[in-house]
């Protein structure tokens, strides 16, 4: 059974950091693409940071420069190392795990930015 696993929420002030994990259990993680969306309170879930198979990332304007996305496929995890935060940063980050016919989505970790 496939399953993602986020932790590295929390709370924090701005201008501070955080670090999300992102597990993958059930899947062959080498070959699917990882993202990394976000839902702040009354908006729709947005797409903040991507990585590739071929390890290609992309980033949304607001957050490009401050986070950074990375994969370790020995470890079967992918990685937000989010910097420089701000209280717009403030929601529920999942995780997404994606390939041609199959996606998966982990529970989401709540992240607080305090101003």
């Known amino acids: 059974q496939v399953s993602l696993v986020e932790s590295g929420g929390g709370l924090v002030q701005a201008g501070g950091s955080l670090k999300l994990s992102c597990v993958a259990h059930?899947?062959?993680?080498?070959?699917?693409?990882m993202a990394w969306y976000r839902q702040a309170p009354g908006k729709e879930r947005e797409l903040v940071a991507s990585?590739?198979?071929?390890?290609?990332?992309k980033y949304s304007d607001s957050v490009k420069g401050r986070f950074i996305n990375i994969r370790d496929n020995v470890k079967s995890t992918a990685y937000l190392e989010m910097n420089s935060l701000k209280p717009d940063d403030t929601g529920v980050y999942y995780c997404?795990?994606?390939?041609?016919?199959?996606?998966?989505w982990g529970q989401g970790t709540q992240v607080t930015v305090s101003s």
């Open positions: 997404n795990a994606e390939r041609t016919s199959s996606q998966y």
């Open positions: 059930g899947l062959t993680f080498s070959i699917y693409n």
């Open positions: 990585i590739s198979i071929s390890r290609i990332t």
